[in-house]
Nanobody
Framework: VVQLAESGGASVQAGGSLRLSCEVS????????MGWFRQAPGKRREGVAV???????DYGDSVKGRFTISKDNAKNTLYLQMDSLKPEDTAMYYC?????????????????????WGKGTLVTISS
């Protein structure tokens, strides 16, 4: 069983930055499709950023140019660097992983059925 543990959520002011981390409990992590998704109260969950199994990256339109996804295979950790934060970025952020998903990064952003999910970390941005 693959376990994901997010951390790094906090309350910050608009314009600030945060870095979320997701530790993955699997030695096969480097070949996973992995991503960050978020869900704000009363809204549908949306894809934020995804790295597909080939290492290609895509971002949701609302975060392009402000967020950066990366991973450290040696540490089995996925990151999301979030800059120029806006109040509309307020949401619970979830890390997701799937060792078998063959979708492209762009397709995976719209796909919310990855096999493994973390419990989430809360990001609150005040104006």
């Amino acid at each position: 069983v693959v376990q994901l543990a997010e951390s790094g959520g906090a309350s910050v002011q608009a314009g600030g930055s945060l870095r979320l981390s997701c530790e993955v409990s699997s030695v096969q992590y480097s070949r996973f499709c992995m991503g960050w998704f978020r869900q704000a109260p009363g809204k549908r969950r949306e894809g934020v950023a995804v790295i597909d199994r080939d290492g290609n990256i895509d971002y949701g339109d609302s975060v392009k140019g402000r967020f950066t996804i990366s991973k450290d295979n040696a540490k089995n950790t996925l990151y999301l660097q979030m800059d120029s934060l806006k109040p509309e970025d307020t949401a619970m952020y979830y890390c997701a992983a799937d060792p078998y998903l063959s979708l492209t990064a762009s397709q995976a952003l719209q796909y919310h059925g990855m096999n493994y999910w973390g419990k989430g970390t809360l990001v609150t941005i005040s104006s």
